[in-house]
């Protein structure tokens, strides 16, 4: 067995250690989003598993696309399944980015919450969660993956992502606004005249 082989397998190991650490975080984080509301220390602990977990997913795709084409670019011309995987890994950080830059300050309260912030935080959630399942399709996709185009990778992909959207305004908003409801104001004191 040669060492390209067997450094092509760790590094294959590596990435999906890393996914699987990043995906059941994601997963649990919007468990307990729906359930009961955001812990403000646990979604601190949660985003710095999925940053580094995202950051080893990085690394180890790169090393695993070098021992596959060594960063030919035209030899990644020809193989849409890379492509696509690496568009959507970096919209997926893109949004993380985003995720904690718009939606985790208005989860954890640290500005106004309206529904337009809950529009928001619905959206890219929804764009996180389908965007992680759809990059373990594309890497999955190995008997399926050559018979693909790019354009069909991300065609399947929008169409992943306008359904996910769809879904959480329709379910996961009014979850969100129920958890985001401001308590209702006492009802003043009658006072006794007499």
Not at 68 to 76: C, G, P, Q, R
Not at 105 to 125: D, F, N, Q, W, Y
């Amino acid at each position: 067995m040669s060492t390209l082989i067997i450094a092509r397998q760790l590094f294959l190991f590596g990435h999906l250690i890393a996914f699987a650490i990043a995906i059941s975080e994601v997963a649990r984080g919007d468990i307990q989003l729906l359930r009961s509301g955001i812990d403000a220390g646990r979604l601190r602990v949660g985003t710095d598993i999925i940053l580094w977990s995202l950051a080893t997913l990085w690394l180890t795709g790169f090393a695993l696309i070098f021992l596959e084409v060594s960063f030919d670019f035209e030899a990644l011309l020809h193989r849409p399944k890379i492509l696509a995987k690496l568009i959507v890994v970096a919209i997926l950080s893109l949004n993380g980015i985003l995720l904690h830059r718009l939606a985790f300050p208005l989860l954890t309260g640290e500005t106004k919450r309206s529904h337009r912030a809950i529009v928001i935080c619905s959206i890219l959630g929804a764009i996180s969660t389908a965007s992680w399942l759809y990059a373990a399709f594309v890497g999955a996709a190995r008997f399926i993956g050559g018979f693909l185009t790019l354009g069909t990778f991300l065609a399947l992909y929008a169409t992943v992502l306008i359904g996910a959207i769809a879904i959480a305004l329709v379910f996961v908003r009014p979850l969100l606004e129920r958890h985001w409801a401001p308590a209702p104001a006492p009802a003043p004191a009658e006072t006794v005249v007499g």
